[in-house]
């Protein structure tokens, strides 16, 4: 990878004008709409325009842009299909792999964290790299034992300006419920601050990774989770795995691949809390593959969270008083845990709706998560004229349940992408402490 970007006046004051710039054009487009302009074209425009100029000024962002584009992806289902096009082009964009980083800095680094003796320790290192994200890139070698191993190596820099770019991009959050309907990017992004520092030293990641290997082991039928060899603030060395990723399965996979891979993934993020009291906190499709066996393969565990006593009992008991239609005990269940603002009402059914992305998926034994069901939701969410749209004031996500909600809202994202057919409900009754009470 190149030099991390300095951040110059004028990229600033070109960050500065994109606000400034897209509600101009929103607010010309809503002139146009009250002069008898077709809406849904006027639509359509305002959201090309709205995309082309915003992503395009965020890629120069670098690892932050790349960061939360891998956040956005697992929503990417809940784009309406009239504006899809210069949606999905611009989070493949947000999502496109950065430069490589020079041979010799890649050596530094290793030099830096594993001491110059690493090179007696690997057989054999491919300096041209097999992946790069937003901090850092992935070279394939063999450890001296023989085993292939995936050598991930963090760019020089790559702290302060991941840090630098997420803060900038807290001041678009407004703005980017125009690209994404339905999405509490605001919580995306704090949830991805908060998480930073734990991502940025592998040392974390590595003790993670740890967990979820030795608590799934090596002969389970549902996951794999490869082996850590090494790991030291900046460079992890973990067993190579391979497979298929969840993105290849959704662009071209078979009926059965979809399936399966939605299956085993909604099973991976509710089964974790109790088998390793850790969840995965990064589900994107980049981040799961199928292998040839059948097993999900989860790589990437820089962002988790601890859950020593595995999800909490009350949000099991917030779906099952939803689905039983108990609302005056939900009602207070849900006050108790700080999800009702004080001193605000909310309705049985704008509870309900509020909740429908959990609560769907268990009225049938077998529920198909489709594109259309979450467009459907997301249209719910940024109507005016519905209820999702006051309750959204009248609710609040409790911190604690901040990145337990964006998983499992990311996964069901992704299964929607998958066009998966899943056994969410039986998966919930054993795994979902609270549910089945």
């Given at each position: 990878?190149?030099?991390?970007?300095?951040?110059?006046?004028?990229?600033?004051?070109?960050?500065?004008?994109?606000?400034l710039g897209?509600?101009?054009r929103?607010?010309?487009?809503?002139?146009?709409?009250?002069?008898?302009g077709?809406r849904?074209?006027?639509?359509?425009?305002l959201?090309?325009?709205?995309a082309?100029?915003?992503?395009?000024?965020?890629?120069?962002?670098?690892?932050g842009a790349?960061?939360?584009?891998?956040?956005?992806?697992v929503?990417?289902?809940?784009?309406?299909?009239?504006?899809?096009?210069?949606?999905?082009?611009?989070?493949?964009?947000?999502?496109?792999?950065?430069?490589?980083?020079?041979?010799?800095?890649?050596?530094a680094?290793?030099?830096?964290?594993?001491?110059?003796?690493?090179?007696?320790r690997?057989?054999e290192?491919?300096?041209t790299?097999?992946a790069?994200?937003?901090?850092?890139?992935?070279?394939?070698?063999?450890?001296?034992?023989?085993?292939d191993?995936?050598?991930?190596?963090?760019?020089?820099?790559?702290?302060?300006?991941?840090?630098?770019?997420l803060?900038t991009?807290?001041?678009?959050?407004?703005?980017?419920?125009?690209?994404?309907?339905?999405?509490?990017?605001?919580s995306?992004l704090?949830?991805?601050?908060?998480?930073t520092?734990?991502?940025?030293?592998y040392r974390?990641e590595?003790?993670?990774?740890?967990?979820?290997?030795?608590?799934?082991g090596?002969?389970?039928?549902?996951f794999?989770?490869?082996?850590?060899?090494?790991?030291?603030?900046k460079?992890?060395?973990?067993?190579?795995?391979?497979?298929?990723?969840l993105s290849?399965?959704?662009?071209?996979?078979?009926?059965?691949e979809?399936?399966?891979?939605?299956?085993?993934?909604?099973?991976?993020?509710?089964?974790?809390?109790?088998?390793?009291?850790?969840l995965?906190?990064?589900?994107?499709?980049?981040?799961f593959?199928?292998l040839?066996?059948?097993r999900?393969?989860a790589?990437?565990?820089?962002?988790?969270?601890?859950l020593p006593?595995?999800?909490?009992?009350?949000?099991?008991?917030?779906?099952r008083?939803?689905?039983?239609?108990?609302?005056?005990?939900?009602t207070?269940?849900?006050?108790?845990?700080?999800f009702?603002?004080?001193?605000?009402?909310?309705?049985?059914k704008e509870i309900?709706?509020y909740?429908?992305?959990?609560?769907?998926p268990?009225?049938?034994e077998?529920?198909h998560?489709?594109r259309?069901w979450?467009?459907g939701?997301?249209?719910?969410?940024t109507?005016?004229?519905?209820?999702?749209?006051?309750?959204a004031?009248?609710?609040n996500?409790?911190?604690?349940?901040?990145?337990?909600?964006?998983?499992?809202l990311?996964?069901?994202?992704?299964?929607?992408?998958?066009?998966a057919?899943?056994p969410?409900?039986?998966?919930l009754?054993?795994?979902?402490?609270g549910f089945?009470?």
């Open positions: 990878m190149p030099d991390i970007p300095r951040r110059s006046s004028a990229r600033t004051a070109k960050l500065a004008s994109i606000p897209i509600a101009g929103a607010a010309m487009g809503f002139g146009r709409k009250i002069a008898g077709d849904d074209e006027i639509d359509a425009q959201a090309a325009k709205a082309e100029q915003m992503f395009s000024v965020l890629g120069e962002l670098k690892g790349m960061k939360l584009g891998q956040a956005l992806s929503f990417e289902a809940a784009v309406p299909e009239e504006f899809a096009e210069p949606y999905r082009e611009a989070l493949t964009k947000l999502q496109a792999e950065a430069p490589p980083m020079p041979v010799k800095r890649v050596h680094v290793l030099d830096q964290q594993l001491g110059t003796g690493w090179r007696q690997v057989r290192f491919d300096d790299p097999t790069s994200a937003s901090i850092g890139q992935v070279h394939r070698a063999v450890w001296s034992d023989g085993r191993v995936a050598v991930k190596v963090q760019y020089p820099g790559a702290d302060v300006a991941l840090r630098s770019d803060k991009l807290q001041r678009f959050v407004g703005i980017f419920a125009t690209v994404m309907p339905g999405t509490d990017i605001k995306v704090d949830e991805l601050s908060a998480r520092e734990e991502e940025l030293d974390i590595g003790s993670n990774q740890r967990a979820f290997a030795t608590a799934i090596d002969d389970d039928e549902n794999a989770v490869p082996r850590v060899v090494a790991s030291s603030p460079v992890m060395i973990s067993e190579w795995m391979t497979g298929t990723p290849a399965i959704i662009a071209k996979g078979t009926v059965e979809r399936n399966t891979a939605g299956g085993r993934l909604a099973l991976f993020q509710f089964a974790s809390p109790a088998r390793v009291k850790i995965h906190g990064d589900p994107h499709p980049g981040n593959m199928l040839p066996d059948g999900l393969g790589i990437d565990f820089g962002a988790a969270l601890a006593n595995g999800l909490p009992r009350e949000l099991g008991a917030m779906v008083l939803a689905r039983e239609e108990k609302f005056d005990e939900l207070e269940l849900l006050r108790e845990q700080n009702i603002i004080a001193g605000r009402d909310v309705s049985d309900a709706d909740l429908r992305p959990i609560t769907d268990i009225k049938m077998s529920f998560f489709t259309a979450m467009q939701m997301a249209s719910n969410a109507d005016f004229t519905t209820t999702q749209f006051k309750t004031r009248s609710l996500l409790p911190p604690q349940y901040a990145m337990i909600f964006r998983v499992l990311g996964t069901v994202g992704i299964c929607a992408q998958l066009d057919y899943a969410y409900r039986s998966i009754e054993e795994w979902l402490p089945t009470e």
